[in-house]
């Protein structure tokens, strides 16, 4: 693994950073409507929580995840920024594909003498919703790649899936979320960015307040990080994803790592706006 | 013991621990897996992208929000009716009542709704009928929206309500068929009636909605300009408040159908008239499977599975659209609201007993008479036909000869296909009629 420290290229993403929230701050600002429907009840990993739920994008649906950042604050207070700009398909029906591209930049410290910035992999992955709710909850399955593109990717692709269980009740929504990496342990350079993991299992409720189009939620966390020598550790988190307009859903989350070596606050903080897919069907 | 052995025992340790963690929780969810327990695969569909998306939402906002108020309605029915069904009728016709008059209508939402979140028992008891609402709604709103743009020409609107309907069919297996479906569907099944019969309040109100979803088409359609395109659209939104004034006197009676409510948009876009016909007949439906105690809990979801096949398929209960236009025009159009646009400032008298069911030719659409109710008042006093007797020919062209004519639009703009146009040649001739033949000509904004 390569360690990186391009001054510029972290001010260019940092600048980056600033200029995505304030646009995103200007858009909760707008008065005008801009012109998915109910997008914030359908949680993806990471926005604003890690859990996910068991249902894709709506099939024809592509939702762009414009500036989903990331803020991690280690003990010592060094950051790690994220920005995790992403597209999600609604290829075909009850499935999902999502593309990403994770940037992030670190804070000199702990074995960097210098600040490092870059992208930290190629991520793609495909979701499938295996049924809809009835009775039985709602299952799904998940398959993700993320490849070795950029200076602070792991050196090797790494394939993992997950299972995800989706059960809603009249008070609240529950999802269990577990998955599992396959591949040796890769190189790592610097500290996991990416918070690459061996395993993870979590748990998230959440609860909708229909009328404002807002879902909060909170979570439980486990994993073992991709490096075998590192302990088990948990986090809990919380957040809330909010419908701004009929395409734009925005979210933002808090969390912490309380067990493990770096015992990190996280923010998050993003906006996904969702489109169709072209048409070419025809009337008559 | 070395220290790599502690540190490999204390995470094998934590693994049992989580596993053992996510099974508890898995448990304490208590999923509940009876034996009857479906395992459906759908998945919902996004709405056309063009540039009219979200059109109407941008120049008629508070119609728009009504309309997300209505599907708030829609999902509180379906999920009481289903989770509380030996609660006293109060629940709906008062409690619920208010808080939708009160609270969700005068301050609507303002973005649609996530109805899962409030119909969450009912959208597991059957997803296939909850999706082909949906779906049908999406339908609605993109039509308001195309009707609404004001940079799309005649030509245009046609070209671009085409390609939504054959969007909408691209999912045939949540589509309503746009082949009209005989009023025996709807309230002629073992369970029909039991809603409005319940819930007369509620049902009036569900009505209400139909009426303003259908009716607010037209407007849309015979302004004339942007300016007057937004006036008969308040007009037509304050018509359907004056609705709710005095439950259920002031509702409608029966089932508005587009054809009669909106006949320009009926004329021009028959399809999509029949398809919203069909969609909402099925609301009631539902409503009925429901409320009825004599469909037991455990044949419910069969019997909305039923009529959802029934309601997409192009073969079954199926008229003519000459029929459709015919019986639409017989049920009467005061018994239906009125129209929607060009209407005097009182709502029109009801020529039936609220709810009423007429018979009808499937052939010709023709009224044949009374399953359920009677007429009543006005010029049909004297003519009451026996409520529960089946099919009085003499009471049933009584009937005919007093449903009001059909209310033609304020702008000149005349449909290509009239609604009503040949119906009044094969209806018998009115002694009388209920109110004067085009009372309503000419009064675009009674409520102003």
Same mark, same amino acid.
């Given at each position: 693994m390569q360690t990186q420290s391009i001054q510029p290229c972290a001010r260019a993403l940092r600048r980056a950073a600033a200029n995505a929230i304030l646009v995103i701050v200007a858009m909760f600002g707008r008065t005008a409507a801009a012109s998915a429907q109910t997008d914030f009840y359908n949680t993806d990993a990471g926005r @604003?929580?890690?859990?996910?739920?068991?249902? @894709?994008? %709506?099939?024809?649906?592509? %939702?762009?995840?414009?500036? @989903?950042?990331?803020? %991690?604050?280690?003990? /010592?207070?060094?950051?790690?920024?994220?920005? +995790?700009? +992403? !597209?999600a398909v609604g290829a075909l029906p009850q499935t999902q594909i999502? !593309? /990403?591209?994770?940037?992030?930049?670190?804070?000199? /410290?702990?074995?960097r003498t210098t600040s490092t910035s870059g992208a930290a992999g190629l991520e793609i992955s495909a979701l499938y919703n295996l049924n809809v709710e009835t009775t039985l909850p709602a299952l799904a399955i998940a398959g993700d790649a993320l490849l070795p593109v950029g200076g602070l990717a792991p050196d090797h692709a790494l394939t993992s899936v997950k299972g995800i269980v989706t059960k809603t009740f009249p008070f609240a929504r529950f999802h269990v979320n577990g998955a599992y990496t396959f591949g040796a342990e890769p190189q790592l350079g610097l500290p996991n960015v990416l918070e690459l993991w061996r395993w993870f299992g979590s748990l998230a409720v959440d609860h909708t307040l229909p009328l404002r189009s807002l879902l909060l939620t909170a979570e439980v966390v486990t994993e073992?990080? !991709?490096?075998? %020598?590192?302990?088990?550790?948990?986090?809990?988190? /919380?957040?809330?994803?909010?419908?701004?307009? @009929?395409?734009w859903a925005l979210d933002a989350g808090l969390g912490r790592w309380f067990t493990g070596a770096d015992q990190t606050w996280y923010a998050t903080f993003g906006g996904a706006y969702a489109f169709g897919l072209p048409w070419r069907g025809r009337g008559r | 013991m070395t220290a790599r052995m502690l540190a490999t025992l204390q995470r094998t340790t934590m693994r049992s621990k989580l596993l053992g963690a996510l099974l508890a929780s898995l448990l304490a969810m208590e999923f509940p897996v009876p034996a009857h327990a479906q395992?459906?695969?759908?998945?919902r569909q996004f709405y056309l992208q063009a540039p009219h998306n979200w059109r109407f939402r941008d120049q008629y906002q508070s119609a728009d929000r009504l309309f997300n108020a209505f599907d708030y309605g829609h999902a509180i029915l379906y999920e009481t009716l289903w989770t509380k069904p030996n609660a006293s009728p109060d629940v709906l016709e008062v409690d619920e009542y208010a808080h939708l008059v009160r609270g969700i209508l005068v301050h609507p939402p303002r973005l649609p709704l996530e109805e899962t979140v409030i119909e969450p028992r009912y959208a597991q008891l059957a997803p296939e009928a909850k999706l082909m609402f949906e779906w049908a709604h999406v339908l609605h709103r993109?039509?308001? *929206?195309?009707?609404?743009?004001?940079?799309?020409?005649?030509?245009?609107? *046609?070209?671009?309500?085409? =390609?939504?309907?054959?969007?909408?069919?691209? =999912?045939?297996?949540?589509?309503?068929?746009?082949?009209?479906?005989?009023?025996?569907?709807?309230?002629?099944?073992?369970?029909?009636?039991?809603?409005?019969?319940?819930?007369?309040?509620f049902n009036g109100l569900i009505w209400a909605y139909h009426w303003m979803q259908v009716g607010l088409y037209e407007p849309l359609l015979?302004?004339?300009?942007?300016?007057?395109?937004?006036?008969?659209? =308040?007009?037509?939104?304050? =018509?359907?408040?004056?609705?709710?004034?005095?439950?259920?006197?002031?509702?409608?009676?029966?089932?508005?159908?587009?054809?009669a409510i909106s006949p320009h948009f009926a004329a021009r876009y028959p399809e999509a008239a029949i398809i919203f016909d069909n969609l909402h007949s099925m609301h009631d439906v539902i409503s009925d499977v429901l409320a009825n105690p004599m469909v037991p809990r455990n044949r419910k979801r069969a019997e909305i599975l039923r009529a959802a096949r029934l309601f997409r398929d192009d073969t079954s209960y199926v008229?003519?659209?000459?029929?459709?236009?015919t019986m639409s025009e017989h049920m009467g159009i005061e018994n239906m609201g009125g129209p929607s646009v060009g209407f005097l400032a009182?709502?029109?008298?009801?020529?039936?007993?609220?709810?009423?069911?007429?018979?009808?030719?499937?052939?010709?659409?023709?009224m044949t008479g009374f399953k359920h109710g009677n007429a009543v008042g006005g010029e049909h006093a004297g003519h009451g036909n026996a409520a529960a007797a089946d099919t009085s020919a003499a009471h049933a062209a009584d009937h005919m000869g007093h449903a009001m004519p059909m209310s033609p639009a304020p702008s000149a703009t005349t449909p290509k296909q009239p609604a009503a146009k040949a119906a009044p040649a094969k209806k018998p001739a009115a002694p009388k009629p209920a109110q004067p033949a085009n009372p309503h000509v000419g009064h675009p904004l009674p409520m102003e």
């Open positions: @604003p929580i890690r859990t996910e739920d068991a249902y @894709p994008v %709506e099939r024809r649906a592509v %939702e762009l995840q414009l500036a @989903p950042l990331r803020l %991690e604050r280690a003990s /010592g207070g060094l950051y790690t920024w994220a920005l +995790e700009p +992403e !597209i999502e !593309i /990403g591209l994770p940037l992030a930049f670190a804070d000199a /410290g702990v074995g073992q990080p !991709i490096q075998d %020598e590192e302990d088990v550790r948990w986090a809990v988190g /919380g957040g809330a994803r909010w419908q701004r307009s @009929p395409r | 395992w459906v695969q759908q998945s993109q039509m308001y *929206d195309v009707l609404a743009d004001e940079r799309l020409s005649p030509a245009g609107k *046609d070209t671009a309500v085409a =390609r939504l309907l054959a969007y909408y069919k691209s =999912r045939p297996d949540l589509a309503f068929s746009s082949t009209p479906k005989s009023m025996k569907l709807m309230q002629e099944q073992p369970y029909s009636l039991a809603f409005r019969t319940k819930y007369p309040k015979v302004g004339r300009s942007p300016e007057e395109r937004q006036s008969l659209v =308040r007009a037509t939104v304050a =018509r359907f408040w004056q609705m709710l004034e005095h439950p259920v006197e002031t509702m409608p009676h029966q089932m508005p159908m587009t054809a008229m003519t659209v000459q029929a459709w236009r009182p709502l029109p008298t009801p020529t039936v007993t609220y709810g009423a069911v007429m018979t009808h030719d499937d052939r010709t659409g023709e």
